[in-house]
Every structure is written in structure tokens, then in C-alpha cells.
């Protein structure tokens, strides 16, 4: 009879569990990718922390009401984008925090990957062409800005970045158009 | 055709180019190397940004919760820095009611001088009238 019990408890239990195990591995998978995203979108390691575990939280509270309507990277990226909108609306009143805490050009493109095929001179150059792209990039608009990230970091493709964003693919392009506009304007090259 | 616009060059990069402007790339070096930079200026910022994410999550996890530390020094320094101009004012407020301080002070001892002054205390100065008259 205690067997039994035990049994259908462990029955009852069992489909928790195993969703809290395939949302660990889910956890694992994506967090790096989001967190990746929050931290480019942000520059501050703190608030890309945080932006990244509210999403994975918000994800498993919605988990029930995923579609599959896209895949699980675009919805969790979604997630994102509409967190990382709602930090950066309320960053604009933390006038201090955007002071100091942003990362600078320098800090980033120092990690560019180096290439022994590279000349010193050659990779100088990469570095510095790498600084104005993340610097025109921390200058778009803010729409500009998650597409163009969604695009050249995370490398959606465009029906992705309009699933991730809730725009449609006509206005990503258009948006993407614009940020790679400045972009080359930036770098240097002629609108 | 003219060099390609910055238009065209967008549409290579995002990989749909039309066939006028893949025959203008094929003729063209100047606007094939400007693609090729272009592209890899992309292609380094990929790279720059995946790496230095690594890097920063390696931190993340290395220091547990610095965004508590980090927003309480925010805060502390903001909390100090009113306590600050709140001491600053009252000093201020302190040292101008010092400033008026001699005037109050000079009109107290032309008082005691003008009291120490009399002949005769202010009660007895009826009868000094008195004898004044005599």
C-alpha cells in the first residue's frame, strides 16, 4: 500500500522534475547566447547579469505558453529584447550609471581574436576598425541598435530578428540599412 | 555604372545582391576591396564582442554579486555626497551668524558702559535730582 503511494507520488512528481531538467539544459545552452546580447546591448556586466536571469526566469513562468512558433533561441531572445527595452528606459534617469559604467571601445576591441596571417600593422588596423564599429554601434537608436546586434553578433537571420523583435522583416531590413549606414560612415567610407 | 552606393554594399552584406550589383563587384576592385573591409571590420567586431562576453562572464562568475556591491557604492556615494553639501550649508549658515555676531555684541557693551557710566544707580538718580536742586 506505502508503495503505491510512493509510486503515484513519484508519478506526480516526475514531470517537474523532468521539465526542471530540460530547462536546466535550456538554461545551459542558451545563457551564454542572451547573455552575450544583454551585454552588448547594455555594456555593464551587472545589469547584463541580471537582464539575463530575469529572462531565463520570465521563460520558465511563460514556458507553458511557448507556441513553438519559433525556435527556442528567438523566443528567449525576445525575452531579452523586451528587457533589455525596459532597463534601458529606466537607465536614462541613473545619470551616474551611465557615466561610469559603460565598457569603452578600447576595452572591447583589445579582445578581437588575433590572426598570425595578420601583419601587427594589419591587425592595429582591425582593432581600431573594430573600436568604431562598437562605438557607432552604442551610438544607434535603440531599435537600430538590437538589429543590427540580433544580426552581426548572434547572426539571425532577418525573419529571426522580426520573430525576436515583433517587427515586421521589411522594417528590420530598413532598420539594418540604416545601422550599417552608419555605421560604414563611422569606418570611414562615403554614405 | 557608378562605385556602388552604400545601399548596394548593405545588400552584399546582408547576402542578397541583385545581378547588377554582383556583375559591378565582379568588375570592380575598388568596390570589391571596400566590401572586403567593410566585411571584416563586421567580421572582427563578431569576434571582439563574443570573446570579451566570454571574458566578462568568466568575471561575472569569479565575483559573486557585484551588482549589490556596486549599486550600494553608488548609493553611499551619492548619500555622502549630500550629507556633504548638507554640512557645507549649515557651515555656511553657522559663519554668517558669526559675521553679525560683533554688531550684537558692541550694542550689549554700549549698554554695561552706559550703566557702568552713572554716578549713582538708576533707583537712587530721584533723590541726586533732589539734591541737585539744594
Known sequence: ?191 | MTHLSSEHLSECILGQPDRRIAGHLENCPACRAELGNFREALSGFRGAVRCWSQNQAHVALAVPRPSESRSWSASHQLALALLLAGVCILASIVWRGGENAPAGDAVLLNQVDAQVSRAVPSSMEPLMKLVAQE
Open chain 1, 1 to 191: 500500500m506505502q508503495l503505491s503511494a510512493a509510486s503515484e507520488l513519484e508519478r506526480a512528481i516526475r514531470p517537474d522534475v523532468a521539465v526542471a531538467q530540460d530547462f536546466e539544459a535550456l538554461v545551459q545552452l542558451y545563457r551564454p547566447k542572451v547573455f552575450r546580447f544583454a551585454l552588448a546591448s547594455l555594456r555593464d556586466l551587472d545589469t547584463a547579469e541580471s537582464v539575463t536571469q530575469d529572462c531565463f526566469l520570465r521563460a520558465y513562468q511563460a514556458r507553458d505558453g511557448f507556441r513553438q512558433d519559433c525556435s527556442t533561441q528567438t523566443w528567449l531572445m525576445r525575452i531579452a529584447v523586451n528587457l533589455i527595452r525596459d532597463q534601458i528606459r529606466n537607465r536614462r534617469f541613473q545619470f551616474w550609471r551611465r557615466a561610469s559604467l559603460t565598457a569603452k571601445p578600447a576595452d572591447v576591441a583589445g579582445h578581437g581574436i588575433a590572426d598570425r596571417a595578420r601583419s601587427p600593422e594589419a591587425q592595429a588596423l582591425l582593432n581600431e576598425q573594430v573600436a568604431a564599429v562598437w562605438e557607432a554601434a552604442g551610438k544607434l537608436p535603440e531599435r537600430q541598435r538590437t538589429v543590427f546586434l540580433l544580426r552581426f553578433v548572434e547572426d539571425l537571420d532577418l525573419l529571426e530578428i522580426a520573430c525576436a523583435t515583433g517587427m515586421k522583416e521589411g522594417t528590420v531590413k530598413t532598420h539594418l540599412f540604416r545601422a550599417l549606414r552608419a555605421v560604414r560612415v563611422r569606418l570611414g567610407g562615403v554614405a
